[in-house]
């Protein structure tokens, strides 16, 4: 609620923008001609009209042609009548029939129409179309929820902020993110939270970019340099080079920038930033590895605004060394508390793109950021998945995030994108540990869920869940509150290790039914049934994440549209139709996740709900599909934990389509074969790789197509900033993707350089060991769930190792 005071400053800065002066003791009025009505007289006709009413002319309302505005003495206060409820300002003629100047102009209206005495007269009124009684306190209470008042409130958080807290940034009052003026409470209510002294002192975060300028004046201070390297250049320092290197230094802005005399101020101006450069040119998955566990006892919190390419048809997961590093940095970083992970849900949303098919955000280890602009709405370019845990403010709406810029004292105002979502987050989780350093990763996950607050609540996605709180696609759990989180962690009971319950259902290869035209949408369901004594078993006393590795084959990967539905009947959308994508590659082993059933009671029976819309030519099969249910472990659980109740058991997952699983440790043999071309696209090994050779039939034609894109690979090594270029490579289809291509590195040449960059990153190097690990036997340990993909791991082990040093392949990361 807004505060009294604010009420008054609404209507004093309403009344002025209507009238110039304001005098309590008289009656205001409103005159309207309209637009066709309107010529150089019309202030004259006005002033005729005030006079015939026996009022004052007062002038015209502010810009607002159409209106004048007449006054009358009166003994009435303006404030007693308002029994009307009406929540139009504009009175219907009548309304105030028993007021005297509103009576005296119907009458007047009336003779001078109707009877015609006066030909002037009659002229005069047929100008004038109607007056409206003013009623002061009616139209305040509207401003209220409007701009004008707002304006004010948010204008006091400001001043109060840079009294108390001593902010003389220049850029501090357009750093509306920080405190909204003009929309107020669009922003991460962080003020509060600085004015108690929690400005991210002691937290170090980590930005995996473009490099950082710490020669800038408002990073040079917080500049991190003993947590920092060079992985493009291989040098100590992230020195930003290249022309359009200033992604990292505008991230690092907002979390770090200092409270100084340059540009605005960082979520957590006394934290630290260290810059790992890797989006700049071309790096290896082994350099990918080490960056992502950088110096991680230092660097706390790694904010990633970058991924595969967005475009609605890339499938790219972090496999083998890459889904270790993210392993190893939640079990080692941060003396064990796990690094935290940020990402961006990525800017595909306007190319119809999910984040559920990107293997960086849909992974469990990383927090998932999405977009809000500064009216609490979802930005179009914003993807959504059910992987997404929360939003925080960026560009969209006609606005961006005002931020350091590359150059020694240089600010933009055009920083934006799902981009500058994550290293908001990042600053927000920086206060968090500077007051909490003990959480874990895990425990910032609950804090966000427990203390996001949903916002945009007319959009019909939000469901209320049996946990209390809300989910939508779109917004995860909702917007952060930096104010919010820090009161929760400050108590905040930290979890207990993790656990989790993986259920493989193995069933007989089934065609999915074309739900296109379909009006009751039969889709193909298959059933998994969780029983208490698994849960107990797996000691699993609280669920957090859950994620689904699908197996199917299709003719149009886009195709399919896949929910995962809870015994409380609350529908996950793994997979959201890709209209874009056209791959024949269907989806293997593909971990699909999604946070919506956190703190649900697991147990019953879920179902996964396959549709095959968009098209009806096209067809597929579902295979199997691996639920795996991941949560706190009951600290009174003692024993090992049973985690594959069909393998460690004899207990089958009865009434279900699930049994156990003789089933993975087909998996490697089937996928091996087909790994001819070793990692071809840019796409990343995971998906691509295994889905090109996969898809048995399909695969001759695929696998050619693929090894074309190699070639091609080689001929253009990235470096250029179209977004495009890459994501033609993966798709698979070659055809016009040359021509395509060479278009497309042109117009993004000239035009979208900035938002996008390329790096090129290299192929598949060192693969895991996986051919070690036969999976069945594969257990494994709390805190190491299977990793992401590990099967395509295995496949892909054979393509590489040989090609490795030969190759320079293009994993290129999109900057966000
Ligand atoms: C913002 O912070 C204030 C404390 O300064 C708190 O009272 C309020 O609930 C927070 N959230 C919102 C949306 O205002
Ligand atoms: C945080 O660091 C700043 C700058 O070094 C210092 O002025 C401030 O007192 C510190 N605050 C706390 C709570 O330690
Ligand atoms: C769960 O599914 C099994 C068969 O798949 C069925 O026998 C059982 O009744 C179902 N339970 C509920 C609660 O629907
Ligand atoms: C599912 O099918 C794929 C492809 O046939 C196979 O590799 C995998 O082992 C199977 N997994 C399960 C859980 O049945």
Redesign the pocket.
Same mark, same amino acid.
Request: net charge neutral; no cysteine.
């Given at each position: 609620m807004l505060p009294y005071y604010s009420v008054i400053l609404a209507c004093i800065v309403l009344v002025q923008a209507a009238i110039v002066k304001r005098d309590h003791s008289r009656q205001y009025y409103t005159l309207h001609f309209p637009q066709g009505h309107l010529d150089d007289a019309t202030h004259h006709y006005a002033r005729d009209i005030a006079h015939s009413l026996g009022t004052r002319y007062e002038g015209q309302v502010g810009e607002l042609k159409t209106y004048f505005v007449v006054s009358s003495t009166t003994t009435q206060s303006p404030l007693e009548k308002r029994s009307t409820t009406s929540s139009s300002t504009s009175l219907s003629p009548g309304d105030d029939s028993d007021d005297p100047v509103v009576a005296s102009f119907h009458q007047q209206k009336h003779q001078a129409l109707v009877k015609r005495w006066d030909e002037s007269h009659t002229f005069l009124w047929s100008k004038v179309q109607r007056i409206d009684k003013q009623k002061l306190r009616k139209r305040s209470k509207r401003a209220v929820i409007p701009p004008a008042p707002v304006l004010n409130t948010g204008k006091l958080v400001l001043e109060d902020a840079q009294a108390s807290l001593g902010i003389m940034d220049p850029g501090f009052t357009k750093q509306w993110h920080l405190v909204n003026q003009e929309h107020t409470g669009n922003d991460i209510n962080v003020t509060s939270v600085w004015k108690q +002294?929690?400005?991210g #002192? +002691?937290t170090i975060v980590a930005i995996l970019d473009d490099g950082v300028d710490y020669k800038s004046r408002d990073l040079k201070d917080n500049f991190y340099a003993e947590g920092s390297y060079d992985f493009n250049d291989h040098v100590d320092l992230p020195t930003p080079v290249l022309w359009n290197d200033y992604h990292g230094t505008r991230c690092a802005g907002q979390i770090a920038a200092s409270k100084n005399d340059a540009c605005g101020v960082g979520i957590a101006y #006394?934290s630290k930033v260290s810059g790992i450069r890797i989006l700049s040119g071309e790096i290896t998955d082994v350099d990918e590895a080490a960056a992502l566990n950088y110096k991680f006892q230092e660097n706390d919190i790694f904010s990633c605004s970058w991924g595969p390419t967005d475009d609605g048809k890339t499938m790219e997961a972090p496999n083998g060394i890459l889904a270790d590093a993210f392993v190893n940095g939640i079990e080692n970083g941060r003396g064990g508390k796990g690094t935290v992970y940020v990402f961006a849900t990525g800017n595909g949303g306007d190319a119809g793109d999910n984040c559920n098919f990107d293997g960086y955000t849909n992974s469990i280890y990383t927090i998932t950021v999405g977009a809000l602009d500064h009216t609490n709405k979802h930005p179009s370019y914003a993807e959504r998945c059910s992987a997404q845990l929360v939003v925080t403010y960026s560009s969209g709406g006609g606005k961006s995030i005002y931020t350091t810029n590359h150059g020694s004292a240089e600010c933009t105002d055009i920083h934006g994108g799902t981009s500058a979502a994550a290293p908001n987050a990042a600053g927000i989780f920086a206060l968090v540990l500077s007051v909490r350093p003990d959480l874990t990763w895990r425990d910032m996950q609950h804090l966000c869920v427990q203390t996001a607050l949903p916002v945009d609540l007319k959009d019909d996605d939000w469901k209320k869940l049996p946990s209390g709180h809300m989910y939508n696609h779109k917004y995860g759990y909702g917007k952060l509150d930096t104010w919010a989180i820090i009161e929760a962690a400050k108590v905040f009971k930290n979890v207990n290790k993790q656990t989790h319950l993986e259920l493989p259902i193995s069933m007989t290869k089934t065609k999915i039914p074309d739900t296109t035209a379909d009006k009751h949408k039969k889709p193909l369901q298959s059933i998994v049934q969780v029983t208490q004594d698994m849960i107990t078993a797996a000691g699993l006393l609280r669920l957090e994440h859950i994620t689904a590795t699908v197996n199917i084959e299709h003719q149009r990967r886009g195709d399919i549209q896949i929910v995962l539905q809870s015994p409380n009947k609350v529908e996950s959308e793994l997979a959201a139709v890709r209209v874009g994508d056209a791959s024949s590659d269907g989806i293997h082993n593909w971990k699909f996740m999604t946070v919506k059933h956190w703190e649900e009671n697991p147990v019953g029976n879920w179902t996964l709900l396959v549709y095959d819309e968009i098209n009806a030519d096209s067809t597929g099969h579902m295979l199997n599909w691996t639920m795996t249910l991941f949560g706190e472990m009951d600290p009174e659980f003692e024993g090992e934990p049973v985690h594959r109740p069909g393998v460690n058991h004899d207990t089958s997952n009865e009434g279900t389509t699930s049994g156990d699983k003789s089933a993975p440790s087909a998996t490697p043999t089937q996928n091996k074969d087909s790994h001819a071309p070793p990692r071809p696209t840019r796409v990343k090994p995971a998906t691509t790789s295994s889905s090109d050779s996969d898809s048995a039939s399909p695969a001759a034609t695929t696998a050619t197509v693929t090894s074309h894109m190699n070639d091609d690979e080689s001929v253009s090594p990235g470096g250029s900033t179209m977004a495009g270029d890459g994501d033609e490579k993966d798709s698979g289809h070659s055809g016009f993707i040359y021509a395509f291509i060479g278009t497309a590195v042109l117009l993004g040449l000239a035009t979208t350089m900035y938002l996008y960059k390329r790096n090129q990153r290299r192929s598949p190097s060192l693969p895991r060991q996986s051919s070690a690990i036969p999976a069945m036997d594969y257990e494994f340990d709390e805190l190491k769930p299977e990793d992401e993909d590990e099967d395509e791991d295995e496949d892909y082990v054979q393509g590489t190792a040989d090609d490795r040093p030969l190759l320079s392949q293009d994993q290129g990361r999109q900057v966000r």
């Open positions: +002294g929690v400005t #002192n +002691g #006394n």
